[in-house]
Nanobody, 125 residues
């Protein structure tokens, strides 16, 4: 599986961006998916995850109510809609896939099998 993340950019505080992660392969619907981010000098951190059906999601506290994770299995694409962006959201954002047989959600980076290359989000104050 190969992942191609896109949609990052420079935005002012309060603005919005939508990240996309396009996946190759035919079994996209069998994967749980997530977004992580890594700011300079910091460890990679969990942002949001989605079950393989798309019916269940989970967010880190700092983005709840502002970010929405979603997927389009027909397009093999994962999304992250980011609203009301803050300077502390500045980071490289990575999408990740984990092949699963259940509806469980995983929040640890070590659990994920495939990673995108990252897309930079910079929020100015």
């Amino acid at each position: 599986v190969q992942l191609q993340a896109s949609g990052g950019g420079l935005v002012q505080a309060g603005g919005s961006l939508r990240l996309s992660c396009a996946a190759s392969g035919r079994t996209f619907s069998t994967y749980g998916m997530a977004w992580f981010r890594q700011a300079p000098g910091k460890e990679r951190e969990f942002v949001a995850a989605l079950s393989r059906s798309g019916e269940a999601s989970y967010y880190t506290d700092s983005v709840k109510g502002r970010f929405t994770i979603s997927r389009d299995n027909a397009k093999n694409t994962l999304y992250l809609q980011m609203n009301n962006l803050k300077p502390e959201d500045t980071a490289a954002y990575y999408c990740a896939l984990k092949q699963v047989r259940s509806g469980l959600i995983y929040t640890q980076s070590v659990d994920y099998d495939f990673w995108g290359q990252g897309t930079q989000v910079t929020v100015s104050s």
